[in-house]
């Protein structure tokens, strides 16, 4: 085994792509200041719809190439964050995008949405073993917009997590490691209000996009449920850039972009989560400022005897908002 890093970041996504937008800017942070960062990618994005006209043939219904080229894309994207472990789960290919919810493509053989929960989970309890991290970043039971691999890939994160801290779970997979603290993207209602305000009344005018709306934007959620902040902006080029690489799929005019659908939405250079699993490191009524806020510093005591028990709630206050 390789040795390990003291501070360990693993973030589970469904696409090539999702990683850079929902948390380019932490990824980028932690990079920098020399934390393991770990990307899982559930699938290749096959489905995906290709934005540039000059690379539409590599589209599902023509050539079916866009799985390979978006792994090109991820390689390049990863450059720009600065993280070199980036990995899809069980290798290139294994789970297949499954596409929009109720596509036929949902129930084709291999597609990720008809993966039995278990035996993806099994993939990934053996790069959590490996890695050993303290903190895992992934979707919320609705995948923050329904999209079935979205869904999916929570489902197997968070089934990993469980059976990975299990020593009784295939113990040729790696010796047990339970991971302190679990996240789900999120992003704060008001912070959402007060962008697409500021995108429909100013700056929509001079972007070749019509404005998308709050509700098209994943994980939106009330206020108090946001317990943590990673503010990005130090790294907000970083993240832009790599947006940019996944060039089929993303379309990007700072601070703004779009998907194929040409509408325009925020960039987010702070990025904002909800502690889950594991105790809040922050003082009573404040957010986190750090997914690592409260661990030891030390790489052995991420052990499983140390961490809180997994069914412990977060252990915060529902404090008034006090970021942008
Ligand atoms: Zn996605």
């Given at each position: 085994?390789?040795?390990?890093?003291?501070?360990?970041?693993?973030?589970?996504?469904?696409?090539?792509?999702?990683?850079?937008?929902?948390?380019?800017?932490?990824?980028?942070?932690?990079?920098?200041?020399?934390?393991?960062?770990?990307?899982?990618?559930?699938?290749?994005?096959?489905?995906?719809?290709?934005?540039?006209?000059?690379?539409?043939?590599?589209?599902?219904?023509?050539?079916?190439?866009?799985?390979?080229?978006?792994?090109?894309?991820?390689?390049?994207?990863?450059?720009?964050?600065?993280?070199?472990?980036?990995?899809?789960?069980?290798?290139?290919?294994?789970?297949?995008?499954?596409?929009?919810?109720?596509?036929?493509?949902?129930?084709?053989?291999?597609?990720?949405?008809?993966?039995?929960?278990?035996?993806?989970?099994?993939?990934?309890?053996?790069?959590?073993?490996?890695?050993?991290?303290?903190?895992?970043?992934?979707?919320?039971?609705?995948?923050g917009y329904?999209?079935?691999?979205?869904?999916?890939?929570?489902?197997?994160?968070?089934?990993?997590?469980?059976?990975?801290?299990?020593?009784?779970?295939?113990?040729?997979?790696?010796?047990?490691?339970?991971?302190?603290?679990?996240?789900?993207?999120?992003v704060p209602r008001s912070v959402g209000e007060r962008l697409f305000t500021e995108l429909r009344?100013?700056?929509?005018?001079?972007?070749?996009?019509?404005a998308a709306r709050l509700d098209d934007v994943p994980g939106v959620v009330d206020?108090?449920?946001?317990?943590?902040?990673?503010?990005?902006?130090?790294?907000?080029?970083?993240?832009?850039?790599?947006?940019?690489?996944?060039?089929?799929?993303?379309?990007?005019?700072?601070?703004?972009?779009?998907?194929?659908?040409?509408l325009a939405q925020p960039?987010f250079?702070?990025?904002?989560?909800?502690?889950?699993?594991?105790?809040?490191?922050?003082?009573?009524?404040?957010?986190?400022?750090?997914?690592?806020?409260?661990?030891?510093?030390?790489?052995?005591?991420?052990?499983?005897?140390?961490?809180?028990?997994?069914?412990?709630?977060?252990?915060?206050?529902?404090?008034?908002?006090?970021?942008?």
């Amino acid at each position: 085994m390789t040795e390990l890093a003291d501070r360990r970041l693993l973030l589970v996504h469904a696409h090539p792509d999702d990683e850079s937008i929902n948390n380019g800017a932490t990824m980028a942070t932690y990079a920098a200041r020399g934390v393991q960062v770990a990307l899982v990618t559930c699938t290749l994005g096959e489905e995906g719809e290709v934005i540039p006209a000059a690379l539409a043939h590599l589209a599902p219904d023509r050539e079916d190439t866009l799985g390979a080229h978006r792994a090109e894309e991820l390689a390049a994207a990863m450059k720009e964050l600065g993280v070199t472990d980036h990995r899809f789960l069980g290798g290139p290919g294994r789970f297949r995008d499954s596409g929009m919810m109720g596509a036929e493509q949902n129930h084709r053989a291999g597609a990720f949405w008809s993966a039995d929960v278990d035996e993806a989970a099994a993939l990934l309890v053996q790069v959590i073993r490996e890695l050993r991290p303290q903190v895992l970043v992934t979707y919320d039971p609705d995948g923050g917009y329904g999209h079935p691999d979205h869904i999916q890939a929570h489902r197997v994160a968070m089934r990993a997590a469980d059976l990975a801290a299990d020593s009784g779970f295939r113990p040729q997979l790696g010796a047990a490691h339970a991971i302190a603290k679990i996240y789900w993207n999120r992003v704060p209602r008001s912070v959402g209000e007060r962008l697409f305000t500021e995108l429909r009344e100013h700056a929509v005018a001079g972007l070749p996009w019509a404005a998308a709306r709050l509700d098209d934007v994943p994980g939106v959620v009330d206020d108090d449920r946001v317990t943590t902040v990673i503010d990005g902006r130090p790294q907000v080029a970083r993240k832009a850039a790599a947006m940019r690489a996944h060039a089929t799929q993303i379309a990007v005019a700072e601070p703004w972009f779009a998907l194929s659908n040409d509408l325009a939405q925020p960039l987010f250079d702070i990025e904002y989560y909800e502690l889950v699993r594991g105790r809040s490191g922050a003082a009573p009524g404040e957010r986190e400022t750090d997914l690592f806020a409260g661990l030891p510093d030390t790489a052995d005591t991420a052990d499983a005897a140390d961490v809180p028990d997994s069914t412990d709630k977060p252990q915060h206050d529902r404090g008034t908002v006090t970021s942008t």
